[in-house]
């Protein structure tokens, strides 16, 4: 083994110690993103636990997606502190332990940003192609077969170009790259937009299984109430350039800020509460409300 090989085998070791010391997977501390004049982010904290699906929701513009991208490093905050499996991560792009870092997360961007002149089996090799060039064409072949079968995608949608596909497939496509590299952590920008509600409510079902089957903690980005209510841990709100509040459904509900009022209390989000009622039911448990 070369120096450099040993030296990388170190730095996995101790980010596997990190990663199993703290039952935080993000911690985000006192951030600031602006554009010009427009302040998006200001003081903004939160903190994601390992092993939790976090609804993160919020208006329109509120700056989610901006969020999404400080902590994955695609957007330079002015101020803060971003922290993934307790590595400072603002400002290390390219260095081996936030490479290594990198390495265990997995992205599904808003609107699922699939690669059109790749196949849906090329799209999912791409982040191995990056990550682990020494990997073989028979063995990258395999890995993206199995992972667009983990996502509940036919086999015979490798070959596939996206514009060939559903839009409910093409998620799914976009999520077996995000999991090809087997990440602890999976960030989701609005998985479910644009789905009707039955592909909407499978992708859900989807997701909770993996997460389950795989442990991975997940930093959820939604407008979809039904998501929020079916599958989702905790929900972080954003409004007023900070998250506001951060907790269960009935945690947030008890709280009187006027924008969470009116999303979970408003008619939409009264189907869904009952929606979800009508379901603990007929499936015998597991309502939101008794999720830990
Ligand atoms: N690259 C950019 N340049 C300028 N403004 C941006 C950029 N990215 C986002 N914004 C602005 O920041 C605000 C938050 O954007 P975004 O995080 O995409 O909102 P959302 O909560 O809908 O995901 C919006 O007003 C958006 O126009
Ligand atoms: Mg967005």
Redesign the pocket.
């Known amino acids: 083994m070369t120096s450099e090989e040993e030296a990388a085998l170190e730095t996995e070791k101790r980010l596997e110690e990190a990663v199993n010391s703290s039952d935080i997977a993000i911690s985000v501390r006192g951030l600031r993103?602006s554009?010009?004049d427009?302040v998006?982010h200001e003081g903004l904290d939160l903190d994601v636990r390992k092993g939790e699906i976090l609804g993160v929701v919020?208006?329109?513009?509120?700056?989610?997606?901006?969020?999404?991208?400080s902590i994955i490093g695609l957007?330079i905050p002015d101020e803060g502190e971003v922290h993934v499996f307790g590595e400072p991560m603002i400002g290390r792009l390219d260095d081996e332990e936030a490479l290594a870092i990198r390495k265990r997360w997995g992205v599904l961007f808003?609107g699922g940003a699939l690669f059109s002149t790749l196949t849906v089996a090329e799209n999912v090799e791409v982040p191995l192609r990056e990550y682990y060039p020494n990997i073989g064409p028979q063995l990258r072949d395999e890995i993206a077969a199995f992972k667009i079968r983990m996502t509940g995608l036919p086999c015979e949608a490798g070959p596939k170009y996206p514009s060939e596909l559903s839009g409910g497939m093409r998620k799914r496509a976009g999520l077996a790259r995000a999991l090809a590299l087997d990440p602890d952590l999976l960030f989701l920008?609005?998985p479910t937009a644009g789905l009707d509600p039955i592909g909407a409510a499978a992708f859900d079902e989807q997701t909770r299984q993996l997460q389950k089957t795989l442990g991975l903690t997940v930093f959820l980005?939604t407008h979809d109430l039904d998501t929020l209510f079916s599958i989702c841990d905790r929900v972080a709100v954003?409004a007023d350039r900070k998250i506001i509040a951060v907790g269960t459904i009935d945690e947030l509900l008890a709280t009187d800020h006027p924008w969470i009022q009116e999303y979970f209390n408003g008619p939409r989000g009264r189907a869904a509460v009952s929606a979800q009622q009508r379901h603990s039911i007929s499936s015998g448990g597991d309502a939101p409300a008794e999720r830990q």
């Open positions: 993103n554009f010009g427009q998006v919020g208006g329109s513009g509120t700056g989610k997606s901006v969020l999404m991208r957007q808003q920008d609005e980005i954003i």
